[in-house]
C-alpha cells in the first residue's frame, strides 16, 4: 500500500507554543521520510528528512520523531512562530530494491496557523 | 538559477477540451513527477518518470498522459478536460537516489468548466 495519513487536517497554536504533526504508513519498502513546508501561492520546498535507521532528527525548532516498529513519524516545531504558519505535507518514498523505487507519496497534508 | 518552471501559470478550459501543461528544470535531474493539489486531499502522484524514455504511473494517472524525450522536459497532457480535472498541478525534479531533496515549480492552476 503507497497511502501515507496525516493528522491533523489543521492546527492552531499559539506562538511559542509546540506543534505537532503526525504520520503513519504501511509500506515497509518506504526507506525515505522527509517533511515539506508550502506557502500560500508557492510550490512545497523540503522542511527536514529523516532515514527509518534514525529515531529523531533535529534542524533548529523543527524535530522529527520517527517510529519503526509503529510505522509512524511526527513533526514537532518547538517555539512556533507566525512565520511558520502554513501547509505541512509529510511523505515517503519508495526505496532502492523495491517496485516503483523513488516513487514520493505524500500525505494529505495538515494548515499550521500560529496566531501571535 | 530557474529550477522547476511550470507554464502556464493559470488557465480555463471547457469540458473535452485537450491541454499541455509544460514543465522544465535545468538542474539535470533524472526524477521528475507530476502533483495535482485539492483541497483538504494533499499532494496525488498521477505520473513520475526515471529518466529519459521512461515513464510510469503514480496513484491517480486516469485522464492524463505524459512524455519524456529529455532529461530537462516533462508535459502533462490531458485529453478531454473534465470538471474533476480542476485543480492546481506541481512538477517537481529531484536527482537520483533517495534522500535527495525534490524541487517543485510554483504550480498551474486549472480550471475545468
Known amino acids: 500500500q503507497q497511502q501515507v495519513k496525516q493528522s491533523p487536517q489543521s492546527l492552531i497554536v499559539q506562538k511559542g507554543g509546540i506543534s505537532i504533526i503526525n504520520c503513519a504508513y504501511e509500506?515497509?519498502?518506504?526507506?525515505?521520510f522527509p517533511w515539506y513546508q508550502q506557502f500560500p501561492g508557492k510550490g512545497p520546498a523540503l522542511l527536514i528528512a529523516i532515514r527509518p535507521d534514525v529515531s529523531e532528527k533535529k534542524e533548529g525548532r523543527f524535530t522529527i520523531s520517527f517510529n519503526k516498529s509503529a510505522k509512524q513519524f511526527s513533526l514537532h516545531i518547538m517555539d512556533s512562530q507566525p512565520g511558520d504558519s502554513a501547509t505541512y505535507f509529510c511523505a515517503a518514498e519508495v526505496g532502492p530494491f523495491s517496485g516503483g523505487y523513488n516513487k514520493l507519496i505524500f500525505g494529505a497534508g495538515t494548515r499550521l496557523a500560529v496566531h501571535p | 538559477n530557474a529550477g522547476v518552471t511550470q507554464t502556464p501559470k493559470f488557465r480555463i478550459l471547457k469540458i473535452g477540451q485537450s491541454m499541455t501543461l509544460q514543465c522544465t528544470q535545468d538542474?539535470?535531474?533524472?526524477?521528475m513527477y507530476w502533483y495535482r493539489q485539492d483541497p483538504g486531499m494533499g499532494l496525488k502522484l498521477i505520473y513520475y518518470?526515471?529518466?529519459?524514455?521512461?515513464?510510469d504511473k503514480g496513484e491517480v494517472p486516469n485522464g492524463y498522459n505524459v512524455s519524456r524525450s529529455t532529461t530537462e522536459d516533462f508535459p502533462l497532457r490531458l485529453e478531454l478536460a473534465a470538471p474533476s480535472q480542476t485543480s492546481v498541478y506541481f512538477c517537481?525534479?529531484?536527482?537520483?537516489?533517495?534522500?535527495?531533496?525534490?524541487?517543485f515549480g510554483q504550480g498551474t492552476r486549472l480550471t475545468v468548466v
Open positions: 538542474m539535470n535531474h533524472n526524477y
Open positions: 518518470s526515471v529518466g529519459a524514455g521512461i515513464t
Open positions: 517537481a525534479s529531484k536527482t537520483q537516489g533517495t534522500n535527495t531533496e525534490a524541487f
Open positions: 509500506n515497509t519498502a518506504f526507506d525515505y
